[in-house]
């Protein structure tokens, strides 16, 4: 059985202005959240039970852990900004092969924070909305 390994993961981060925030760089965490339904309730006084209808899905996130290079706070601040989505793509390797492309999506970036500690390095979370046609 192939496994998708988290090792050697890498992504890469360009916004809506063709500006490259980071190429290739090794992530320190990845998350993606497909999203949810909610319930809408249609239940009337003639229901012998709650009757449901399922609702719109919720847009898709994700969100990744990066380690600071200074030089990105500028750009990830313009792209914040931007009214447009740019691109977030996500190499994973399975078993011992080289990363293949596990997901490129457009998405907007929603938020990012820099946290760091005594004796340790800036880490970096980013959590972009995927643009939804």
Known sequence: MAFTRFNGATAS???AAAVSIASGVGITSFSYDAGSRSE???TTSLSVRRSV???FVSPRRVTLGLLLNA???TELDAMIAECNAGTVAVNFGVDCAAPTQLLSL???LMSYSISGQLDGVLDMNLEFMVAEA
């Open 106 to 108: 457009t998405a907007y």
């Open 53 to 55: 209808a399922a609702g």
């Open 40 to 42: 809408i309730d249609i």
């Open 71 to 73: 030089a990105t706070i």
């Open 13 to 15: 981060i360009t916004s």
